[in-house]
């Protein structure tokens, strides 16, 4: 069964650190490229950080020099590093992956359940 599982989220103060995990299992083949979003309450969901399967990266202008993404390709899993953290970064965040499996041989999204960051004093 295919399965995208983050967690690492919680309550945090103003100026503190997370680090976010996520971890994809069942029968995959391949990961491609994998993202993390968030959604604040009222907001849209949006992108924070991207990440490719050759290691280059891009973030959002909010996560630029706070953020840190990287992967593990041989486990499947791709990290969130969060520091100098403020209370604008509270949200809900999402794992994104694009994969392929052995049932879906061209390339598909999945998206985690999410996990709740709260910054606050």
């Known amino acids: 069964q295919l399965q995208l599982v983050e967690s690492g989220g919680g309550l945090v103060q103003p100026g503190g650190s997370l680090r976010l995990s996520c971890a994809a299992s069942?029968?995959?083949?391949?990961?491609?490229?994998m993202r993390w979003y968030r959604q604040a309450p009222e907001k849209q969901r949006e992108l924070v950080a991207h990440?490719?399967?050759?290691?280059?990266?891009n973030y959002a202008d909010a996560a630029k020099g706070r953020f840190t993404i990287s992967r593990d390709n041989a486990k499947n899993t791709v990290d969130l590093r969060m520091n100098n953290l403020k209370p604008e970064d509270t949200a809900v965040y999402y794992c994104?992956?694009?994969?392929?499996?052995?049932?879906?041989?061209?390339?598909?999204?999945?998206w985690g359940q999410g996990t709740q960051v709260t910054v606050s004093s």
């Open positions: 069942g029968s995959i083949i391949r990961t491609y490229a």
């Open positions: 990440i490719d399967r050759g290691g280059d990266t």
């Open positions: 994104n992956v694009e994969l392929t499996t052995i049932l879906r041989p061209t390339a598909f999204e999945i």
